[in-house]
């Protein structure tokens, strides 16, 4: 369980860390990969959440994923792309946050994760918490909890 305080400060910082849908790089699993490749390529990113035509999340596509399958026995061929939906290799066994506001369980998957995806309780995509907007509110914590807290050492 997360020390109240430390919960506190982490929410009071900035204007809440998550980033919504509407402004998250993604793809569906209906478009091909070569469509992904370019979203991919453009953002600079190197995974982007994959929905379905409802909005609602499915899983990522990565760049390894979608460069993989251009893979040729002597040679690469990105024509190939064209022919694969990204639903056809995209990476489904993705945990989500169904509660954004549980910082503990937020911060215990951040560990091994770049970001996270948020979905509502129908499973649409709502946005995604990263590490860096996570990392920034331990930044303002560092720099500000003795603003906040009478703190001793024991």
Do not use: W
Request: overall charge negative.
């Amino acid at each position: 369980m997360l020390d109240r305080a430390i919960e506190e400060l982490l929410r009071m910082s900035g204007d809440g860390y998550l980033i919504p849908a509407d402004v998250v790089a993604n793809v569906t699993e209906t478009n091909d990969c070569y469509h992904a490749l370019l979203v991919l390529s453009q953002t600079g990113y190197s995974k982007i959440p994959v929905l379905n035509n409802r909005g609602q999340f499915r899983g990522f596509v990565s760049l390894a994923l979608i460069t993989a399958q251009m893979m040729e026995s002597v040679k690469i061929n990105p024509d190939r792309l064209r022919d694969i939906q990204v639903g056809d290799v995209m990476e489904k066994d993705v945990a989500v946050i169904d509660h954004p506001d549980d910082l503990e369980q937020i911060l215990n998957r951040l560990v091994d994760e770049p970001f996270l995806p948020v979905v509502d309780q129908m499973g649409t995509f709502t946005g995604i918490i990263t590490r860096r907007e996570i990392l920034k509110r331990v930044n303002f914590l560092a720099h500000n909890l003795d603003e906040y807290f009478d703190v001793q050492t024991k």
